[in-house]
């Protein structure tokens, strides 16, 4: 079986470091570089369940895409969810490796797991990036849908295909609108309204959308979006990344079992709605 230091490596292989963005947070947080690895966990976020999940499956690595520090802290104290997590991972002897924008950036990335669950055959990045020669890495993906459909029906398959939350998908614009084109992001992309616009899709698939950008966008006569949960828009990553370590496993003879977690850690969980207004009139005596 492996030591940690190479699984870390082969992980690093698919998603260097050195392409996160400089604010974040990636890498390995904790694990011995020589315990041997014999299972490992991939998830979307760190939090508590996710690693008593980890403890119960006897894992030995927990792999995530959302980092635990990503401001870094000056201490792990026991008293903190972040803190109970450290404590919680290294009293059960795993390791947490962390692989968030490098991840967002790779060829393949987070964006083109969300696009192969949407049935969209990527054509370019989004947003390329500038040290790729090949030009296939960078942010977010322009893709094509096999035949053109209505915005609505686009939206109902989005809502079909990602993994279910609360919220569900919202959609902007005219429902009966032709899509022929989309750009996804997994994850928050309304900072890239300006790169989708000079793309000239017809829709833009993401998360964490706001008022105000979507608002001007559509009256300007700009592309329609759908609007889907952080976490249903990067869950999609966790199964690509397990199949590329799990032929990476199979490769190298390391005989990994490699899981995804079960759990929907969107941390919103209930969506309220008013009750349908009567339609009928009543009449009071007086």
Request: glycine share 8%; aromatic share 4%.
């Amino acid at each position: 079986m492996p030591a940690l230091q190479e699984v870390i490596a082969a992980l690093d292989g698919l998603w260097p470091a050195d392409r996160a963005e400089s604010w974040d947070a990636v890498g390995t947080v904790c694990g011995d570089p020589q315990a041997p690895v014999t299972r490992v966990l991939f998830a979307v976020d760190p939090v508590g369940d996710v690693v008593e999940e980890a403890v119960k499956l006897g894992a030995d690595l927990l792999v995530t895409h959302h980092p635990l520090y990503l401001r870094g802290t000056s201490t792990v104290a026991a008293d903190t969810f972040k803190g109970r997590v450290v404590h919680t991972l290294i009293k059960n002897d795993i390791a947490l490796h962390v692989a968030h924008t490098n991840a967002d950036r790779a060829d393949p990335g987070v964006s083109d797991a969300l696009a192969g669950a949407l049935g969209l055959r990527v054509t370019a990045p989004l947003v390329p990036d500038a040290t790729d020669p090949a030009g296939r890495r960078g942010l977010g993906r322009v893709c094509e849908l096999d035949a053109p459909m209505t915005l609505r029906a686009f939206a109902e398959l989005a809502a079909a295909r990602l993994p279910h939350t609360a919220q569900g998908v919202r959609t902007a614009g005219d429902p009966e609108r032709e899509v022929r084109t989309v750009a996804v992001c997994g994850g928050s992309g309304d900072s890239l309204f300006a790169e989708v616009r000079a793309a000239g899709v017809d829709v833009f698939v993401t998360a964490d959308l706001r008022h105000h950008p979507v608002s001007e966008a559509v009256q300007s006569g700009g592309p329609a979006f759908v609007d889907a949960a952080h976490w249903a828009t990067e869950r999609p990553w966790c199964d690509m990344a397990a199949a590329q370590l799990d032929q990476i496993s199979d490769r190298k003879g390391w005989g990994l079992r490699v899981h995804v977690s079960s759990l929907v850690t969107d941390p919103w969980t209930q969506l309220s709605l008013p009750s349908p207004v009567p339609t009928h009139s009543t009449e009071r005596s007086v």
